[in-house]
């Protein structure tokens, strides 16, 4: 079965500094998709950023960005210039073909001002 | 659109009485699937349907929950008789097939406190 591990529950920041979050994960498919999602106090999921497994190019969403390494079945985050809204908990995903979608415990990140 | 709509955004309720959770997903998605997530145990998905059917409800807790979606357009999540360890916040989220990522549209979820 496939599973999804987040080993920092939680991390601080500097604000204006860059900050990673990392991201394993555990499958034997070779097609499948990786997410970032946030969710901020308000609760609401919403998606950072997305990469597809057979795409070899890092994705790229203005101040985020992911270190993808398929082989090691990593999959890290990183926030530069990080700013005060972008506190909140930040879950890893996997989604494989069968649809169903796998998410990390979640690391909490906080921003200091 | 408007995104995924869920109702009631809080509910409070008694021990054994009957909830039922509401969502609305996105026009022209296929799949819908219900989630839970508490501190303890994080974000679980519970059913996901794909065109109105149930594909894997493996992760509903027990007999107490039952989920339908008797349209593309309409779904419930209804728990009887309700317990306090139910008490967490349930997702909604939607996608599309043919979306070039299967991303998940999430809902602004239904915070559920049993007393």
């Known amino acids: 079965a496939q599973t999804v591990t987040q080993s920092q529950p939680e991390m601080s920041v500097q604000e204006a500094e860059t900050v990673t979050l990392s991201c394993t994960y555990d499958t034997s498919e070779s097609d499948y998709y990786l997410f970032w999602y946030k969710q901020p106090p308000s609760r609401q999921m919403i998606l950072v950023i997305r990469q597809e497994a057979y795409k070899q190019q890092n994705a790229t969403e203005n101040r985020f960005s992911v270190n993808f390494q398929k082989a090691a079945k990593s999959f890290s985050l990183k926030i530069s210039d990080s700013q005060l809204g972008d506190a909140a908990m930040y879950f890893c995903?996997?989604?494989?073909?069968?649809?169903?979608?796998?998410f990390g415990k979640g690391t909490r990140l906080h921003i200091l001002p | 659109d408007a995104g995924v709509i869920q109702s009631p955004r809080h509910e409070v309720t008694e021990m054994g009485q009957e909830v039922t959770l509401r969502c609305k997903p996105i026009s022209g998605h296929d799949y819908l699937f219900w989630y839970r997530q508490t501190m303890m145990r994080g974000l679980e998905l519970l059913i996901y349907f794909n065109n109105n059917v149930p594909i894997d409800d493996s992760g509903m807790p027990e007999d107490r929950f039952s989920a339908k979606m008797p349209n593309a357009s309409f779904s419930t999540l209804k728990i009887q008789p309700s317990e306090p360890r139910d008490s967490a916040v349930y997702f909604c989220a939607s996608s599309f097939t043919n979306s070039r990522s299967y991303e998940q549209y999430f809902g602004p979820g239904t915070r559920l406190t049993v007393t």
């Open positions: 995903a996997y989604r494989s073909r069968n649809d169903k979608i796998i």
